[in-house]
């Protein structure tokens, strides 16, 4: 597949990632100190061969960490971003203890001294990571005693071995996780809360817990550390915390420690190994954890690699992510597949990890892309519910189930507080994790502005002088950015502010003095940050101007479908939206969401400037309010369009898959309103163009828009029983790129599926292809026997074939038999003993 196409900002993001190694070593050189007249300059990255006097960062032998979190509560968000917290704590998140069964104190084990109870597996730690940051970024004084009674359980249910958190029955996974006696899963989630709890409280029996159980770790037999699959998957995770330990104490087997759990994990290295979206948003940058150690090139470039080949394969669409409705499939691509929320949530985490090991601005452009353009549409404005699934296009939020075009059955788009357990406890982490990273230490005692959105920072910055800095600005709406700076007394230190990729232009202001544009003419290499160093005295303020022009992008893997975007922010179609409550908690009921107005519509844009023909209007900034809604956000697009007729829904609500553009449409032009994906709950943002010209593509309506008459004695709630009659040929009958029929997980059992005609016509032969999937290790076999029906006259009749129906693989098998009127056909098959069987399609001629 191609990669996304788009103007000079995919240049440059190519520039900063394809020579990343001598990314990190450019840079360290340009960052002379001044010598107290204002220093502007562009570098590659703040520098990456010294180590922050102020805070914690990596110590020998580690690489240096060219920017360093800080401690919670260093930075807070302001204005919208601080609202998005503030509504998180006070929406279903916030009050989770009340709706979630896996939060119930009594005989949770978690909260019970020897590991026993109920519920003890991810869940708990899941949502306190989000929680206990909430409310420390909120100074939530109840939250924060709510948490501190979890964060107490997990310490005091340390044994003397040094394993701490449930096990035995009391550590039972909700959904299959392992086969090994301990699952560390888990307690890697609760290692980030634990971290969290000591950066506000310094309360030293964290250190304490954490040491001790490293050391348990340590006497694991080889054969049950990190066993399949969860904990195997992600185990990264419990690598940076073995750095985030290490860091703070020094222990040297710690480094032994780390040398084992990569050696444990799956092999992120080499090649993608596992295709569930979570996985792979969590783990994909794990090797590049441990190059801060190894200091080998191919553990940092296989970050880059494996976000690069996802997108290629799965990731041709708008906001960030990627179609993977629970895992990737082939032959799944289209931007109506769709993500989980939490996906979304630890992809921003795995990019804010990235920018922080490597100081590569590209991390935080990505972050950004999920964080405003996916994140926000998968939760209710008010926080009121979330939706399992997500897409880029998504024309109806329902209850009903949507497999097979999505690969989960049930119910995966209804808003909810109270179901979608994974994502509804680990999405808390997204926004208070976000905050945090606004605003990072570096190497020579200086800050750096990784995000724009409004926030503030109190850190200690030069010869250890206190510096409290006030971001005024309404990014990503706005290209305005207003920093107030004000030290304690006057010092010397540097700022460096990330230049996004997608900016071509910007300008530096200080004292609203003249602006300066220091990469004006500067080496594609040295674009990265702008580098401001000076005497700092209080009252001075920076501005920083980043110009948003629209942009088309062109996804060429997707039928060359094209997304617009102006600055950080990608646009939607604005689809008027009927909520409908649900029946779930009454203080959050959530709901569905129907589409009230047209939604297929096809962009007319210049063939010569794409760009051109866009309206920029502008609103009032939100108060009080989430700027993720239709009415509140502040920025708005006018394009124009055609309808597409013939692009319909399909039976299961999904809206119809992409066709070539540009597409055929002989309707008139309308003027039509693009907002912010963020802001659109339903959304077509990856877009056909239409056109009345003679080059334009006929769009058809596909068997799946149309009405077929088809049924089964028994589908499995993933698959379709239309998938005999929907017209796709199988590549072989282990084909998952198309719908299948299977009975599963009914086993060695009479069965039968059938279709009937819209009217009786003449049929001489029927063709019949199984699914067997024994090529992916699973359980479907073509079957012990089966046999052709046909209804004549009402009545189903077995008619006299020249021989028996074959139960090959990999080809149609038919049986021919003297022409009859027939209504409809039905194969009966007993399957085979111990398997279940399925077909892909079915042919009567």
């Known amino acids: 597949m191609n990669t996304p196409t788009a103007p000079a900002a995919g240049k440059r993001e190519l520039t900063r990632t ?24 562009g570098v590659a990255h703040p520098p990456t061969d010294s180590r922050n006097s102020h805070y914690i960062s990596n110590r020998e032998p580690l690489l240096a960490s060219p920017l360093v979190k800080l401690p919670i509560g260093s930075v807070r968000g302001e204005g919208w971003l601080k609202k998005q917290v503030e509504l998180q704590a006070a929406g279903f998140h916030g009050h989770l203890t009340e709706i979630s069964q896996f939060l119930k104190k009594e005989k949770n084990a978690w909260l019970s001294k020897d590991g026993q109870g109920e519920y003890g597996w991810e869940e708990v730690p899941y949502w306190l990571k989000g929680f206990i940051a909430a409310a420390y970024l909120t100074d939530n004084k109840a939250q924060i005693a709510e948490a501190t009674v979890w964060i107490e359980g997990a310490i005091a249910s340390q044994e003397p071995s040094g394993m701490f958190g449930p096990r035995g029955h009391g550590a039972k996974s909700t959904v299959s996780s392992t086969d090994g006696p301990l699952d560390l899963w888990p307690n890697m989630v609760m290692l980030n809360c634990l971290q969290t709890y000591y950066e506000a409280t310094g309360d030293p029996r964290v250190i304490d817990l954490v040491t001790r159980y490293f ?38 087997f710690l480094l032994d420690l780390a040398k084992r759990v990569h050696a444990h994990t799956v092999n992120w290295t080499d090649a993608i190994p596992d295709w569930h979206n979570v996985n792979m948003s969590q783990a994909f940058g794990g090797p590049a954890t441990f190059y801060q150690q190894s200091k080998e090139a191919r553990h940092l470039a296989a970050a880059e690699r494996n976000w690069r080949q996802i997108r290629e394969m799965y990731g041709q669409v708008p906001g960030g992510m990627f179609g993977s409705d629970e895992n990737c499939r082939p032959g799944f691509a289209d931007p109506r597949q769709a993500v989980e929320t939490c996906g979304m949530a630890e992809m921003m985490l795995s990019c804010e990890r990235l920018v922080s090991i490597t100081a590569n601005p590209v991390w935080a452009d990505r972050a950004e892309d999920v964080a405003f353009n996916s994140l926000p549409a998968a939760i209710m404005p008010d926080f009121s519910g979330l939706r399992y699934l997500t897409a880029p296009n998504h024309v109806q939020s329902d209850k009903s189930s949507k497999a097979p075009g999505l690969q989960n059955g049930g119910n995966m788009y209804q808003m909810r507080a ?49 510096v409290t800095i006030t971001t005024s600005s309404n990014y990503p709406f706005d290209e305005t950015i207003v920093y107030s700076i004000d030290p304690e007394k006057t010092a010397e230190f540097p700022m460096y502010l990330r230049v996004p990729g997608w900016c071509e232009s910007p300008s530096v202001a200080i004292n609203r003095g003249a602006p300066v544009s220091p990469l004006k003419d500067a080496a594609a290499d040295s674009r990265g940050f702008i580098r401001v160093e000076r005497m700092w005295k209080k009252g001075d303020t920076l501005t920083f101007s980043l110009p948003m022009g629209v942009r088309v992008r062109t996804w060429k893997g997707n039928h060359n479908s094209v997304s617009v975007d102006r600055g950080p922010l990608t646009y939607s179609l604005k689809i008027k939206e009927r909520y409908q409550p649900s029946d779930g908690p009454a203080a959050f009921p959530g709901g569905e969401i129907w589409p009230e107005s047209p939604w297929n519509y096809g962009l007319v844009l210049d ?52 066709q070539d553009s540009p597409a055929k ?22 877009f056909p163009t239409a056109s009345d010209a003679p080059n334009a593509h006929q769009w058809t309506i596909p068997p799946e828009a149309k009405n077929i008459k088809v049924s089964a004695s028994h589908c499995y709630g993933s698959d379709t029983v239309r998938a005999v009659a929907d017209g796709l040929v199988p590549r072989n009958s282990s084909d998952h790129s198309i719908p299948r029929l299977t009975w599963w997980d009914h086993r060695g059992t009479r069965e039968w599926v059938e279709h009937e005609f819209d009217s009786p016509r003449e049929v001489r032969k029927v063709l019949v292809y199984w699914f067997d999937d024994e090529p992916a290790n699973g359980k479907c076999r073509t079957p012990k026997s089966a046999k052709v029906m046909v209804r004549v006259g009402g009545k189903w009749v077995e008619p006299q074939t020249l021989g028996p129906l074959g139960v090959a693989k990999d080809s149609f098998n038919q ?26 399609e079915i042919r009567a001629e």
């Open 215 to 252: 050391k348990f770790q340590m006497t694991i037999p080889e054969k049950d550390l990190f066993p399949p699959y969860w904990q195997q998957q992600r185990a990264a995770d419990n690598l940076a915390s073995v750095y985030w330990l290490y860091n703070h104490t020094g222990d040297t």
């Open 18 to 41: 394809n020579t990343l190694a001598a990314w990190l070593v450019s840079g360290a050189a340009v960052c002379a100190p001044s010598l107290g007249a204002d220093d502007i300059k």
């Open 665 to 686: 449409s002989a309707e008139p032009i309308e003027t039509v309103t693009l907002i912010p994906m963020g802001a659109a709950r339903l959304r077509v943002s990856a």
């Open 815 to 840: 049986v021919t038999f003297e022409a009859v009127k027939a209504e409809g056909v039905r194969v009966e098959v007993e399957l085979r003993e111990g398997f279940s069987g399925g077909v892909l």
């Open 418 to 466: 109270d179901d979608h357990r994974c994502c509804q406890h680990n999405f808390g982490h997204a926004w208070p994790y976000f905050v945090q990273h606004h605003w990072m230490a570096t190497g020579d005692n200086g800050l750096a502005a990784v995000f724009y959105s409004p926030s503030s920072v109190a850190a200690k910055v030069g010869d250890g002088t206190k």
């Open 607 to 658: 063939e010569n400037n794409p760009a051109a023909g866009f309206e920029v209007v502008k609103g009032a900034a939100p108060t009080g309010q989430s700027p993720f809604t239709q009415d509140g956000v502040p920025i708005s697009l006018k394009a124009r369009g055609r309808r597409i007729p013939e692009w319909k829904q399909d039976y299961l609500g999904l809206v119809g898959l992409l």
